[in-house]
């Protein structure tokens, strides 16, 4: 039993042992490297993952060469590029290792089959689902309502050990401010 994935599973439903143990069997376990990538924009995602350790982060890239940072997923985070996965049309993000990774992925196929057969696990992902979708709503109006330094306070107070673990410029890039700015906040916050 991988005690992350268990863990993070019932803390949205309740599942028997025996429908777990048949989850289990439709994912695969993998490691992935710092700076390696679980997808690449223009591939297909083919796989949904679940952190069990490190850090991944997703972000595509701009016309001048300007990397945009979508989401951060720590442990116990789920990631994907779910257009893409749900659609099988190319990707528009990268989703790379910012540290060394153990994850759990699930393939399409096995997504449906899992949804398909096991109820507590369609509940799961359809749960999973909308609260992804409300907070990808929530984090753009709070890049046009809300000051950058209650983002970085609004980050910190739901990841707080995400600040000691994933570089100034991408968090700086997720928060949609430049790194400079994000200094200047931290100085004026810690000081």
């Keep these: 039993m991988t005690i992350p994935l268990y863990n993070n599973l019932t803390e949205k ?3 028997t042992d025996g429908d777990y143990n048949k989850f289990l069997e439709l994912t695969k376990s993998i490691s992935i490297s710092k700076n ?5 924009e223009g591939n297909v ?6 952190v069990n350790s ?7 890239i701009d ?17 994907s590029d779910l257009f893409s996965f749900f659609s099988y049309e190319t990707s528009a993000f990268n989703i790379e290792a910012i540290e060394d990774c153990e994850i759990t992925i699930l393939s399409r196929e096995n997504f449906e089959k899992a949804c398909n057969t096991i109820p507590a696990i369609e509940r799961f992902f359809r749960l999973l689902i909308q609260k992804a979708y409300v907070d990808s709503l929530r984090r753009v109006s709070r890049i046009y309502s809300n000051s950058a330094e209650e983002r970085y306070l609004n980050l910190i107070k739901s990841n707080p050990k995400i600040i000691q673990r994933v570089p100034q410029h991408y968090i700086a890039s997720y928060l949609g401010i430049k790194p400079q700015s994000l200094s200047r906040i931290r100085k004026k916050l810690y000081d």
Excluded: C, M, R
């Excluded at 995602?45 to 679940?50: D, M, N, Q, R, V």
């Excluded at 490190?54 to 595509?60: D, E, F, N």
């Excluded at 016309?63 to 720590?74: F, L, R, S, T």
């Design 54 to 60: 490190g850090v991944l982060y997703s972000y595509t």
């Design 13 to 15: 439903i309740t599942i």
């Design 63 to 79: 016309k001048k060469g300007n990397k945009h940072v979508v989401q951060i997923a720590p442990e116990n985070h789920w990631i």
């Design 36 to 40: 390696d990538f679980f997808i690449h």
């Design 45 to 50: 995602s083919k796989y949904i993952a679940f």
